[in-house]
């Protein structure tokens, strides 16, 4: 277990503040995983061992999964998940202005 200095100790999703933490093979029981959400103690690990902006879509995903749970959709659709974390990276890479800072009114 080890903090990232690319990425930050702690991700915010929903108002909630989750710790964000970059582990060597990571494994959830026997499955090799790339990003594990566990909501009930708000970490979300991720697999070390990926490039940066492998992590960084993974995050997106976990993310995106979270958003769902949190809203009550538990029972989502992995296909849209993953639709949804590439697509909203891509679109956020093309266009700077979607990444206005929040202190800017
Ligand atoms: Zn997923």
Do not use: C
Not at 52 to 71: C, T
């Amino acid at each position: 277990m080890m903090s990232n200095k690319k990425f930050p100790e702690t991700i915010q999703i929903g108002g909630l503040d989750y710790d964000l933490l970059f582990i060597h093979n990571l494994f959830d029981g026997d499955t090799k995983l790339n990003g594990h959400m566990e909501s009930h103690i708000a970490r979300l690990s991720v697999e070390d061992g990926l490039p940066d902006s492998v992590k960084r879509v993974v995050i997106w995903h976990e993310i995106i999964h979270e958003i769902l749970d949190q809203a009550g959709h538990s029972d989502h659709d992995e296909a849209h998940v993953m639709a949804l974390g590439y697509g909203i990276m891509a679109v956020l890479k093309h266009n700077d202005f979607l990444r206005q800072q929040s202190n800017v009114v």
